[in-house]
């Protein structure tokens, strides 16, 4: 099963707009994960944000927690094509020694 | 810096082959893992080792068989394949013991199943 659900499964906005993924998980987490996935290729990792942290900024991304939600959301700015991919959040819940969990995705298009 | 490689990218197998897909990793990573990659399934993790000498089952890991050759080499075996088994498998490392640390990804290795 899986542990963290992205919301929306797909986005579409045109360039220069902000666009903001949510992500929901079921048990209490170490720490969540955002990956970008290009389509044919491996995922690669873009922010971790631990259990104790509300909010994190990396260039045009942010960031947020809420664990007493048992949620977070990826928002990136001024969106640019070179952003359309797929983005999974990712969970270690605590407990689980190795397992970090993957959602299934928000799939962003970012059109001219 | 090749970070994590996997090999082979394509593959056609019929029902019953066996097959092993390999991994390395030259980041000097403590752990290792193995997903596949399903069409509205997110990632599943199969199996994974926290530390040379050591493997543990995932979610999935039913046909599956793992060896962690040595620190850089992680390699994932499939038996007797079976269609079930067509997925996009992807190998990866962190730095970190458990799942404290951010996962570097191979580029993955397409499997089908007829």
């Known amino acids: 099963s899986q542990q963290g659900e992205e919301d929306p499964q797909a986005l579409s906005i045109q360039e220069g707009e902000n666009a903001t993924m949510n992500c929901s998980y079921k048990?209490?987490?170490?720490?969540l994960q955002w990956y970008r996935q290009n389509s044919g290729r491996g995922l690669v990792h873009l922010i971790l944000?631990?259990?104790?942290?509300r909010e994190k900024h990396s260039g045009r991304l942010r960031v947020t927690l809420d664990t007493s939600k048992k949620s977070s959301s990826l928002l990136i700015t001024a969106s640019r094509a070179a952003d359309t991919a797929s983005y999974f959040c990712?969970?270690?819940?605590?407990?689980?020694?190795?397992?970090?969990?993957f959602g299934t995705g928000t799939r962003l298009q970012v059109t001219l | 810096n090749a970070g994590v490689t996997q090999t082979p990218k394509f593959q056609v197998l019929k029902t019953g082959q066996s097959m092993t897909l390999q991994c390395a990793q030259d980041?000097?990573?403590?752990?290792m893992y193995w997903y596949r990659q399903d069409p509205g399934m997110g990632l599943r993790l199969i199996y994974y080792?926290?530390?040379?000498?050591?493997?543990d089952k995932g979610e999935v890991p039913n046909g599956y068989n793992v060896s962690r050759l040595n620190k850089r080499e992680f390699s994932l075996r499939l038996e007797s394949a079976a269609p079930s088994q067509t997925s996009v498998y992807f190998c990866?490392?962190?730095?970190?013991?458990?799942?404290?640390?951010?996962?570097?990804f191979g580029e993955g290795s397409r499997l089908t199943v007829l």
């Open positions: 990866a490392s962190s730095r970190l013991a458990g799942a404290h640390g951010e996962l570097f």
């Open positions: 048990t209490s987490i170490n720490n």
């Open positions: 944000i631990r259990s104790n942290e």
């Open positions: 990712a969970t270690a819940p605590t407990g689980t020694a190795s397992k970090l969990t």
């Open positions: 980041m000097n990573h403590n752990s």
């Open positions: 080792s926290a530390s040379e000498g050591t493997t």
